[in-house]
Structure formats: C-alpha cells, structure tokens
C-alpha cells in the first residue's frame, strides 16, 4: 500500500493549525516546516504528533523529509482542511495502489473552496497537491502544477478567517 506524508509550512498559524492537523488522518505522517514561529505552532503540531523540522532558505521538500521511507508527498497551507469526501478519496487511492505497483498518474490534484464575506466560492482550477517521492518541480511550498494531474473526489476548503 502506498503511504503519504502531509507537508505543511507554518509561521505564526496557531490559530489554525489544529483544524488544518485534524483532517490529515488518511495521512501516515505529518511533517509541519517552521519558520520561525513564536506562538504555539510548534506545539500544537508535536500535539498532532507531527514531526517538526525548521525551515531553511532554499530547502526542498525531500531535505525535509528525508530519505528513509518514500511516500506520496501531500502539501497544503495551515489554513486548509481536506473535506471527508478527499480524506476518503485517499485512502481509496492508497488501498488500490498495492505497494505503488497499480497504474499510478505522474501527480494528483485537488479543488478548492475558498471562505469569502460573501460565503464560499470554488476556485476554478484544480491544483496539483499530491506527487510522488521523487517529485522536482515545485513553486515555492507546492508542487509545481501538472497538467497531467488526476483529480481526486473530494476538495480542500481554504479558511481565510480564523
């Protein structure tokens, strides 16, 4: 079965991070990046029983996971939640990825929601989120979109209010 690493840079997100952790449970583990934090980001996450690795200037999302078990890489911001429906979607994904010999895509991407004053919105464009160990294209914290990616069932809502 294929396992997947959520990947979360924080700086400052205490407010949020809790919700952001507490939907990562199809996750096997969780790395949380800091940057230097000076509110209870850092606990909150090790309360999650994530692992907490310091950021770095021009540091790559392998460096911080390091080498010892490869797995699917899922990033998302402290300020999102996966819905049930993608939670559920991945652990479908990983149970029928027997040891990642089933036919796997090149990335996965996910939908969005967004909280407005006006209510939710859907961002229009699905974005790549989930890549495979051996991933090198990234904009910044996030994988680099793939216009290959599969979407998986399911969205990520992005809280703009604590």
């Known amino acids: 079965m294929a396992s997947i690493t959520a990947l979360l840079h924080t700086e400052n997100d205490g407010l949020r991070l809790g ?6 449970y ?3 583990d969780i790395v949380v990046v800091d940057h ?3 509110d209870g980001s850092v606990r909150i996450a090790r309360e999650y029983g994530a ?3 310091s950021g770095r200037p021009g540091a790559s999302a392998q460096e911080y996971l390091g080498s010892e078990k490869p797995s699917w890489i899922f990033c998302l911001d402290p300020h999102e939640s996966l819905t049930e429906k993608l939670a559920a979607s991945l652990f479908e994904w990983k149970s029928e990825s027997l040891d990642g010999q089933a036919y796997t895509p090149q990335a996965f991407s996910v939908f969005l929601r967004e909280e407005t004053t006006e209510g939710w919105i859907d961002v229009p464009a699905a974005q790549t989120r989930l890549v495979p160990p051996n991933w090198n294209r990234w904009a910044g914290n996030f994988p680099a979109d793939e216009s290959s990616a599969l979407p998986l069932k399911g969205e990520l809502l992005r809280f703009v209010f604590p």
Not at 19 to 24: F, I, K, P
């Open 26 to 28: 199809a996750c096997d």
């Open 51 to 53: 692992m907490i690795v």
């Open 19 to 24: 919700r952001a952790l507490e939907t990562l």
């Open 36 to 38: 230097g934090s000076t």
